[in-house]
T-cell receptor, first 109, second 112 residues
Framework: GQNIDQPTEMTATEGAIVQINCTYQ??????LFWYQQHAGEAPTFLSY??LDGLEEKGRFSSFLSRSKGYRYLLLKELQMKDSASYLC??????????WGAGTKLIIKP | IAGITQAPTSQILAAGRRMTLRCTQD?????MYWYRQDLGLGLRLIHY???????GKGEVPDGYSVSRANTDDFPLTLASAVPSQTSVYFC???????????FGPGTRLLVL
């Protein structure tokens, strides 16, 4: 079967940096997506990687190295509003998204 | 309207009843999707439509049906609701089926 693994929960301090890893086993790979989901709300798109490299959007970066097995979301200068779940999803060979259960990020003052 | 809307926002439904969840987008996206989200699990695809007039089954299609009569609307029907269909349902759309998906606000459904 296909599956996505990511930490269930992480805790970090306001102003710090946190890295959320994602590992996957899917039939094919057509890109890795990160979404943010605040409690009780819809997922919102953060980033997309299909080629190895770094995608930066402000305080958020996503990194992919398929050859070295690195896939992560990096959040810098953490703010209280970053408390949310972060969902990793991989697009398989049929162009369907396979979703992880999400990493709940708790930010402490 | 802008983006994707879903209705109702929430619903309590008696088991055995029929229910249609509505989804409308105004972005002229070709592809649309229905997911359910349950605690501790990733989003699971119920049905999808790559373009108006076509639909396909996702990972968990049993007990659900969809139609795609036009580009904007993609209703999801539960023919005879069961308690295991208690979940949060998200509709999403993308310009083409292999592109980034954008989500509606969700419908919280409780089946008793």
């Amino acid at each position: 079967g296909q599956n996505i693994d990511q930490p269930t929960e992480m805790t970090a301090t306001e102003g710090a940096i946190v890295q959320i890893n994602c590992t996957y086993q899917t039939s094919g790979f057509n890109g890795l997506f990160w979404y943010q989901q605040h409690a009780g709300e819809a997922p919102t798109f953060l980033s997309y990687n299909v080629l190895d490299g770094l995608e930066e959007k402000g305080r958020f970066s996503s990194f992919l190295s398929r050859s070295k097995g690195y896939r992560y979301l990096l959040l810098k200068e953490l703010q209280m509003k970053d408390s949310a779940s972060y969902l990793c999803a991989v697009m398989d060979s049929n162009y369907q998204l396979i979703w992880g259960a999400g990493t709940k990020l708790i930010i402490k003052p | 309207i802008a983006g994707i809307t879903q209705a109702p926002t929430s619903q309590i439904l008696a088991a055995g009843r029929r229910m249609t969840l509505r989804c409308t987008q105004d972005m002229r996206h070709n592809a649309m999707y229905w997911y359910r989200q349950d605690l501790g699990l990733g989003l699971r695809l119920i049905h999808y439509s790559n373009t108006a007039g076509t639909t396909g089954k996702g990972e968990v299609p049993d007990g659900y049906s969809v139609s795609r009569a036009n580009t904007d609307d993609f209703p999801l029907t539960l023919a005879s609701a069961v308690p295991s269909q208690t979940s949060v349902y998200f509709c999403a759309s993308s310009p083409q089926h292999q592109e980034t998906q954008y989500f509606g606000p969700g419908t919280r459904l409780l089946v008793l």
